[in-house]
Nanobody, 116 residues
Framework: VQLVESGGGLVQAGGSLRLSCAASGSTFSINAMAWYRQAPGKQREVVAG????????KYADSVKGRFTISRDNAKNTMYLQMDRLKSEDTAVYYCHAETEWGTRYWGQGTQVTVSS
């Protein structure tokens, strides 16, 4: 499984960005997916997760009500809609996928910078 993120960039506080994660390879084996982020000098943290069918989602308290995770299995793509961005959302955002066998995959990351 290969994961490629896109959609990062520089945005002003209060603005929006939409991240995409395109999966390829053995995509049939992918179950849950998630977005993580890592800010400079901090540990990587989970931002949001979604089940295989997209029926259940979870969010970190810090992004609840502002971010929306979704996936389109027909396109093998996961999304993260980020609204009302804050400077503390600045980080490298990573796509994560776990297969039915428990194998975990990561994308290369995409930088999100929010200017205040």
């Amino acid at each position: 499984v290969q994961l490629v993120e896109s959609g990062g960039g520089l945005v002003q506080a209060g603005g929006s960005l939409r991240l995409s994660c395109a999966a390829s390879g053995s995509t049939f084996s992918i179950n849950a997916m998630a977005w993580y982020r890592q800010a400079p000098g901090k540990q990587r943290e989970v931002v949001a997760g979604i089940t295989s069918g997209g029926g259940s989602t979870k969010y970190a308290d810090s992004v609840k009500g502002r971010f929306t995770i979704s996936r389109d299995n027909a396109k093998n793509t996961m999304y993260l809609q980020m609204d009302r961005l804050k400077s503390e959302d600045t980080a490298v955002y990573y796509c994560h996928a776990e297969t039915e066998w428990g194998t975990r995959y990561w994308g290369q990351g995409t930088q999100v910078t929010v200017s205040s």
